[in-house]
């Protein structure tokens, strides 16, 4: 039997996990960046993100796409990146005092508790973050509180197992390696939690969002060889890590060579495709 579900041990292990793993995801940045480029764009252009704004980004991690927020709302405009993780934070905060941005600003924060003011930011976004929340609707009510009458949020989370076999991949056979039965996949603070049709929706209401709606897009993660996808997964925050890392070497090093070998599927003529789908959710508040 699965032992109950401890948010609040849960956040303090993410947290861990992402001070430990935040270089390796930060060094793969660009390669984040291509894979949710045209995501990245349509959220902002969904949050209204324009010129002036004042933006609050959750979950923000190393900050690619706090950048090009920064780069949408000019000087006349800020931004706030928020993460539980204070040392990935920092990557963000380096990104943009080279990058000359002198309109951001950093808080370590949990997403659930955002210490911010009500009423200030005209949008905010987070982008795959709120999936990890245990409690995405306690999030979603701080993006409303710290939004001003008008303003938009929008997240971005997986859709649906079968539309996201990678992970789906690495989970079950994370999970079967490490002896563990099957994981539901929308049991809170995992990878596709928030994917069950209709789910995120009833969040955004739930938080009191009006006018929210939901786009499906195609995400597919484009790399030279499923090698490289694999470097991604073992050194970034995935996770996965958390599951095999409980094995000796020998079961972790089989575990890895079970998920290349069925995530090579995916190689084509060109290099190596998985397949992704998220979901982009707004909700305005009035």
Request: aromatic share 8%; glycine share 8%; hydrophobic share 45%.
């Amino acid at each position: 039997m699965n032992a109950p579900f401890d948010p609040n041990a849960f956040k303090t292990a993410t947290r861990q996990l992402w001070d430990k793993h935040a270089k390796g995801w930060n060094d793969h940045s660009e390669q984040v960046r291509a894979w949710l480029r045209e995501a990245t764009d349509a959220m902002l252009a969904m949050a209204e993100v324009e010129p002036g704004a004042r933006v609050l980004d959750v979950a923000a991690g190393a900050g690619d796409q706090t950048l090009d927020i920064a780069q949408r709302v000019g000087a006349a405009g800020a931004v706030l990146a928020t993460d539980l993780s204070p040392t990935i934070l920092d990557f963000a905060k380096d990104r943009a005092r080279r990058a000359g941005c002198g309109n951001v600003e950093t808080a370590p924060a949990d997403g659930e508790n955002l210490n911010v003011g009500e009423s200030v930011f005209d949008a905010a976004v987070c982008r795959l973050g709120l999936m990890f929340f245990p409690d995405p609707g306690k999030g979603l009510r701080e993006m409303y509180r710290a939004l001003k009458p008008g303003g938009r949020a929008c997240t971005m989370v997986f859709s649906t197992p079968d539309k996201n076999p990678c992970v789906s991949i690495l989970v079950s056979t994370a999970f079967k390696h490490a002896g563990l039965p099957p994981r539901d996949p929308y049991q809170p603070g995992g990878l596709l939690s928030l994917g069950k049709p209709g789910l995120i929706d009833e969040l955004f209401l739930q938080a009191g969002f009006s006018r929210v709606a939901t786009t499906k897009l195609a995400a597919p993660f484009r790399l030279p060889s499923v090698q490289e996808y694999l470097d991604f997964i073992r050194n970034s925050a995935s996770p996965i890590l958390q599951i095999l890392d409980r094995l000796d070497v020998p079961a972790k090093e089989a575990a890895w060579a079970e998920i290349e070998t069925k995530l090579s599927a995916f190689n084509t003529a060109d290099g190596w495709e998985g397949p992704n789908e998220i979901l982009l959710t707004m909700g305005l508040r009035i």
